[in-house]
């Protein structure tokens, strides 16, 4: 992390040391100036969406950069899916659960940039907006054309993990068909199938067989769930509750790709999970205690505590292991994103 930010230092004296007749420039602790803003999906012009659905789709289309040893791993998303999946049960209901996925989000955003030049910034989806107004079947996300596509349809295939497909949308090309996750979501194998959702209720299925969408448990992601969350004083309470309810929900509701531990397969998974972070943000303010705290513990057996110096498990994704203390503020470090609306 000191290069990146001795080299952003630099930089910065070198702009200030070459414009002699401009104003002394602001002292900041840190090189994040002009942190980039990650805007909510409906904020964003037409022209930027469809910047960011091509990149999006881009980056499931190159071909993979790791875990050469792994047959199932074949693109670029696959080596991102193949560490959330095999990760699951040390990034998820432990303390490291917001930092690591906030480190995730940010490489993902890298990677679109650098490898699919993408020239925007990552977008999250505020699903609370869709919650209060009860229409989260029809959120703007959903839309076929200036959206990721909407629910999975069945299809008239019998194979296993092509019965039910999205059909529009971007990522409803017939060509992308994804490794990891169904039909058989606890193999890692060769699990060849389309990419699929299946909005529900959590109500059970119709006499037809489809699912009861119902208004998609918005009760559990509202803004009154959120204000809940808001309140809390610990990071431990705040993040438990916002991982297990309005996160573990919209992972649910939405189904197909997005519920196993293969979730990255779904695209909506980062503007989630940028939702999920900005909500982590919102609550750490520029507050210095709330951007020290992290409690908790690194174990599902809860026996060992967790601390700023822990390191996070990466895999092959990265070259070395973040360590929590540098995601704890998304204008320091590694990072310097702010969003939208905080
Ligand atoms: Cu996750």
Not at 9 to 20: D, F, K, P, W
Not at 98 to 117: A, I, K, M, S, T
Not at 230 to 235: I, L, N, P, R, V
Not at 255 to 281: I, Q, Y
Request: charged share 20%; aromatic share 10%; glycine share 6%.
């Amino acid at each position: 992390m000191l290069p990146t930010s001795l080299l952003g230092a630099l930089s910065l004296t070198t702009v200030v040391a070459a414009s002699a007749i401009s104003p002394v420039l602001p002292v900041v602790n840190n090189a994040c100036t002009s942190p980039s803003v990650r805007k909510e999906w409906r904020e964003l012009t037409d022209a930027d969406k469809a910047e960011y659905l091509r990149a999006a789709t881009c980056v499931r289309e190159l071909p993979k950069a790791k875990y050469a040893a792994i047959d199932a791993v074949t693109t670029r998303m696959d080596d991102l899916v193949y560490t959330h999946f095999s990760l699951n049960l040390d990034i998820h209901f432990v303390a490291n659960f917001l930092p690591w996925h906030r480190w995730f989000v940010q490489l993902h955003e890298d990677l679109l940039r650098n490898e699919c030049g993408f020239t925007g910034a990552q977008p999250y989806w505020d699903w609370s907006i869709d919650a209060d107004a009860e229409d989260v079947p029809n959120a703007p996300v959903f839309d076929p054309v200036t959206g990721f596509g909407g629910d999975g349809q069945r299809t008239d295939s019998d194979e296993p993990g092509f019965e039910r497909c999205v059909v529009d949308g971007p990522f409803a090309n017939t060509n992308l068909t994804l490794g990891m996750g169904w039909p058989d979501v606890n193999e890692d194998g060769d699990r060849l199938h389309c990419f699929t959702r299946e909005l529900n209720g959590g109500l059970g299925k119709d006499e037809n067989g489809n699912q009861i969408i119902g208004d998609m448990q918005a009760s559990a992601y509202n803004s009154r769930v959120m204000n809940t969350i808001y309140s809390f004083d610990t990071f431990a309470d705040m993040a438990d509750m916002l991982e297990g309810l309005p996160h573990a929900q919209v992972h649910s509701v939405i189904f197909g790709d997005m519920g196993p531990a293969t979730s990255p397969n779904e695209p909506l998974f980062f503007l989630h999970h940028a939702n999920v972070d900005r909500a982590w943000a919102k609550w750490q303010g520029r507050n210095a205690t709330r951007l020290a705290d992290y409690t908790g513990f690194q174990d599902r057996s809860h026996t060992i505590p967790a601390s700023l110096n822990n390191t996070m498990p990466v895999m092959e994704l990265a070259d070395t292991k973040p360590v929590v203390k540098d995601y704890m503020d998304i204008r320091a470090g590694p990072l310097c994103y702010t969003y939208s609306s905080m």
